[in-house]
């Protein structure tokens, strides 16, 4: 009967991660997995990708803060090839590289699941945005993962030092032209572009009205003359 498990913050590491990917292969019941900050690498990543092939229950799964790099990307988006209940998988914070973001690109394009993927604080660069990009041309589960991906690359463009071209960020985030006002206005101060159309609609919330701050006025204090 358990749907929701949270073991966040723990030392759980890669062999505590294969002991719940073997659970996670007969489990039906569990929904919600919290992994984050539990040093767990690259061969964790893979045995809990492989419990996804099977794993028909598990819809969120938060691996963030943990240190798995390509090979662990690369197994999870063989996964999601075949996976059809995961619709949330955080990445965030961990060392995945242009080579682990072109294979979750090329699981995108069959995947029609996932609505949020966050790959904020990674070290992916041009190539690996350009690939996320183009799987986003043709992957048609909009929701909200599209904006997700979209800011989580374009603040890796301020923290991680990888990400250099205006041009690959706009490109990566165009195809979510449109679909939200709100975010697309956000992508669109963040990286300093002037042109509104480049991320959202004419449609984009109005910015907000500048409040005037009333001056407070002083009182002036009658002194009383002393006879």
Known sequence: TVTFLNLLINSIGDDGAKALAKALETNNTLKQLHLDRNRIGDEGAKALAEAM???????????????ISDDGAKALAEALKTNDTVTFLNL???????DGAKALAKALETNN???????????????????????????????????????GALRGHFVNPT????????????????????????????TKFTT????????????????????????????KNKK
């Open 53 to 67: 092939k099977t794993n028909n229950t598990l819809e969120t799964l938060w691996l963030h803060d943990n240190r």
């Open 92 to 98: 965030l914070i961990n060392s995945i590289g242009d």
């Open 113 to 151: 699941t996932l609505k949020q993927l966050h790959l904020d604080r990674n070290r992916i660069g041009d190539e690996g945005a350009k690939a996320l990009a183009e799987a986003m041309k043709t992957n048609n589960t909009c929701g909200e993962r599209q904006v997700r991906e979209g800011a």
């Open 163 to 190: 990400v250099k071209t205006g041009a690959t960020l706009r490109k990566f985030a165009q195809p979510m032209a449109g679909r939200c006002a709100v975010q697309g206005e956000r992508l669109r101060r963040l």
């Open 196 to 223: 509104r159309s480049t991320f959202c609609d004419e449609a984009s919330s109005q910015p907000a009205k500048k409040k005037k701050k009333k001056k407070k006025k002083k009182k002036k204090h009658k002194k």
